[in-house]
């Protein structure tokens, strides 16, 4: 028997995470299996550069600002989806953490914050659904005033060095670990790179974003006036552009 298939039309910005979506958003990455696909990654770069208080710009459901409170950072978490903030609280809460919590545009983000922080985290690939470079810049000067000064930010997303060149790949093993969810490209240029997301029951989802290149926002990084730039593909420095799904960006505030 044909499943029947509900396709959600695609929305902007934090609009594109509806309820809908949402409520299915801890299926698709999997909370343990992401864990293991870290390693511990975020955790190693924090402590090794003696943060303490940490600013999760991107929160989604959770997973990392738990996380990082688990491991005893000081944590402040923003999204810009009502619904995925309630979701970060619910998650928090069932895991025993109580850490604030607030739902923000990123370019609003100045006045909504008490004080600056020893680190800053854009995860989840969710800087790219900025598609105008004045936004992109305007956004990264909010994350750096955002830290004290010699603070870490750290921001990642997918690789679209490989997806713009039709070498779209998604190991499973990485951020999006939920089994049964299918994640292909619908379409990709260098404007727009558009992701359908099939589950198990034939819902289907899409999100939009500007495809970023590495170099480009290693780029604007240094425009901002970070410094030590380092990059990461799927948590390795030593790692193939042409094979890794994420990459991910290290810098320091001058």
């Known amino acids: 028997m044909t499943t029947a298939r509900t396709i959600h039309p695609v929305q902007e910005g934090a609009a594109q995470y509806g309820a809908s979506l949402v409520d299915r958003w801890d299926d698709l990455i999997d909370w343990n299996r992401r864990r293991d696909g870290e390693q511990g990654f975020f955790v190693e770069i924090l402590g090794g550069a003696e943060a303490h208080r940490v600013l999760d710009t ?39 953490h109580d850490f604030p919590v607030l739902c923000s545009d ?16 854009c995860l989840g690939s969710s800087f790219p659904h900025l598609f105008d470079e004045a936004d992109r810049r305007a956004v990264l ?10 603070g870490i930010f750290i921001v990642d997303h997918r690789n679209f060095d490989s997806v713009r060149r039709q070498r ?29 997301y099939d589950f198990p029951d034939g819902d289907v989802h899409h999100l939009e974003v500007y495809p ?10 240094r425009d901002t006036g970070f410094e030590s730039v380092q990059d990461f593909g799927d948590f390795k420095q030593d790692f193939d552009l042409d094979e890794a799904d994420f ?5 320091r505030k001058a």
């Open 212 to 221: 970023i290149l590495s170099a480009e926002l290693d780029g604007l990084l």
């Open 168 to 196: 779209y790949t998604s190991s499973g093993n990485y951020y999006y670990c939920g089994s049964g969810v299918s994640v292909s490209v619908d379409h990709a240029d260098d404007r727009l790179c558009r992701f359908r």
């Open 106 to 121: 990123w370019r609003e983000l100045s006045g909504r914050l008490e004080g600056t922080y020893d680190a800053v985290v």
């Open 58 to 96: 991107a929160a989604g459901t959770g997973y990392h600002s738990v996380m990082l409170a688990a491991h005893g950072f000081d944590v402040t978490a923003v999204d810009g989806s009502a619904a995925m903030v309630e979701r970060t609280r619910r998650n928090a809460a069932a895991h025993g």
């Open 247 to 251: 990459l991910i960006h290290v810098a």
């Open 141 to 150: 000067a909010q994350f750096y005033a955002a830290l004290k000064p010699g």
